[in-house]
């Protein structure tokens, strides 16, 4: 999986600098005065931890960064050596979304250097060579996954993102007749159904 | 609904990008602190996904999608299994496509059997012009749909953010206001005790201070040795430490202070600064506050206000 992953990645984002170039170094003992920080009891830190953790790949995704996992991490290893320094952050929840903003400048400059530089030397992009067998094996997987769910969420997860416009409009319009919900309610459950549908399938993509 | 509509808008312009800094921030902190919000941008963000995939977006609709979505290998997963997902439930046989696609063909031949029966007999040269109209009718027709619908998307934005600056704006008066009665209070009290407050105080806020008609006003009664002004930070003001900068009308720098730290106040964060009455003049004052991050420097607002002493 590991070999795919950095294969995707390469095919993706090619101008992107080497990510160990902006990583520091996380020491065991910024990240107790990290967690510590969260919350004295370790396992409430923990959660708290995890919590922020997505908060900012959601913000790096959401700005189209390439890494938002290791920007996440790059944020919260700054903040724990600051914390670690000895500076008093009172909320380091908020104050790590601070540091994403920064980081975040730093990241567009770094991607529109090296963008600069692919362009002069003409590297494009290529497509992965294995991308179409990827998306063969991932409708498998999706089909395979379809047949685990409960019939109702999957006939509801079916007719939701069946045809287009206008055939999904009228299909919505029924299930939330038949259901007797909103639309918005029915939105909601065709996300969950959607998330939990994607995760069974990265999970059998990656086997 | 009208509501939610122009809240699906901003989110749908923060995702492909298309918002200013400020209100992508805003969008985020929201998003940050209310789960259902969050959860919408989530729905939208699918929902961009599956337009993308099928084919449904503007080239620069589509050219935004691209550098935003297609940059990290998460979302480019994403954006995999919404392919998937079209290819799958659109191989399906849903029962309520199907009970659509019985009626369907006859209200597709209802039309066609009509534009026959008026071209029926008729000769080719006027079955040729009649094409022709209807062809130009249908183009100006899309063309007025696809201008209505632009315009009337534009409308709901300018409107949102309208909204928008509105309710910021009355928080932060309130605020003010709240500031004020404070101030008040305690000059009351210090009257009634038969004294004076030893430090004037002043809160600034971020923009109000600039958008009002009036500067903000720090009174400083005779026998006070010290004032203290509070500026308020907005959420994305973090730095480890801060500048600010104090002159007079004629731009004479009258005090600078380094290595000012952010503290908890009772609207969120603030930076106080703590200025001499002695080195304060009736008159007009511009601070300068920036944040410092080990040596670089940015400015974060320039407040002005005006001193009063009694």
Not at chain 2, 20 to 29: L, T, Y
Not at chain 2, 34 to 62: F, H, K, N, T, W
Not at chain 2, 163 to 184: F, G, P, S, W, Y
Not at chain 2, 219 to 244: C, K, N
Request: with cysteine; hydrophobic share 40%; charged share 30%.
């Amino acid at each position: 999986m590991d070999g795919d992953l950095k294969s995707e990645e390469n095919s993706l984002v090619p101008a992107q600098a080497p990510r160990e170039k902006r990583r520091s170094e996380l020491t065991q003992e910024a990240f107790d005065c990290f967690l510590k920080s969260l919350n004295p009891d370790r396992d409430i830190a923990a959660a708290k931890y995890l919590e922020v953790h997505k908060k900012l790949e959601r913000f790096f995704e959401w700005r189209g960064c390439p890494f938002p996992q290791d920007h996440a991490d790059e944020a919260i290893t700054r903040t724990a050596q600051r914390i670690a320094g000895g500076d008093t952050i009172t909320d380091p929840a908020t104050y790590v979304i601070g540091v994403a903003r920064l980081l975040l400048l730093e990241i567009h400059k770094e991607t529109e250097k090296q963008k600069r530089i692919a362009a002069e030397q003409a590297e494009l992009p290529q497509t992965s060579a294995s991308s179409t067998d990827d998306s063969e094996i991932r409708v498998e997987c999706l089909r395979g996954c379809l047949d685990q769910l409960p019939a109702d969420n999957r006939e509801l997860i079916l007719l939701y993102y069946e045809g287009e416009k206008s055939v999904k409009i009228n299909n919505r319009k029924r299930l939330t007749e038949r259901l007797k919900m909103n639309v918005s309610a029915l939105r909601m459950r065709a996300l969950r159904i959607r998330e939990r549908l994607m995760l069974c399938v990265e999970t059998c993509v990656a086997k | 609904m009208e509501d939610d509509s122009i809240e699906e808008t901003v989110v749908v312009r923060y995702l492909l990008g298309d918002l200013p800094e400020e209100a992508q921030v805003q969008v985020e902190d929201r998003a940050f602190s209310d789960p259902e919000y969050l959860r919408l941008i989530e729905a939208v963000e699918a929902d961009l996904i599956d337009s993308y995939v099928q084919g449904e977006m503007s080239l620069p609709e589509r050219q935004q999608f691209e550098s935003r979505f297609l940059a990290s290998p998460q979302r480019q997963k994403k954006v995999e299994f919404a392919r998937a997902l079209a290819r799958v439930a659109g191989e399906s046989k849903p029962v309520l496509a199907s009970a659509q696609a019985e009626r369907a063909p006859t209200a597709r031949y209802s039309w066609r059997e009509a534009l026959a029966q008026i071209l029926r007999g008729r000769s080719p040269a006027f079955q040729f012009a009649m094409a022709a109209i209807i062809l130009i009718l249908a183009v100006v027709a899309s063309w007025e749909v696809v201008q209505t619908v632009r315009l009337h998307g534009d409308m709901n934005q300018l409107e949102a953010e309208r909204r928008l600056q509105q309710q910021r704006e009355q928080v932060l008066q309130q605020q003010i206001n709240q500031e004020h009665a404070r101030a008040e209070e305690l000059a009351a009290q210090m009257q009634q005790q038969g004294g004076h407050p030893a430090v004037a105080s002043l809160m600034l806020l971020p923009e109000i201070a600039r958008t009002q008609g009036s500067l903000p006003e720090l009174v400083i009664p005779g026998p006070a040795q010290l004032a203290s002004i509070q500026i308020q930070l907005e959420p994305r003001d973090v730095y480890p430490r801060f500048r600010a900068e104090l002159r007079n009308r004629s731009g004479d720098e009258i005090l600078t202070r380094a290595n000012l730290r952010a503290q908890r106040s009772s609207t969120g964060r603030a930076v106080v600064l703590e200025v001499p009455a002695s080195a304060l003049n009736p008159g007009d004052y511009e601070l300068a506050l920036k944040g410092v991050s080990g040596e670089e420097m940015t400015d974060i607002g320039y407040y002005n206000f005006s001193v009063r002493k009694k």
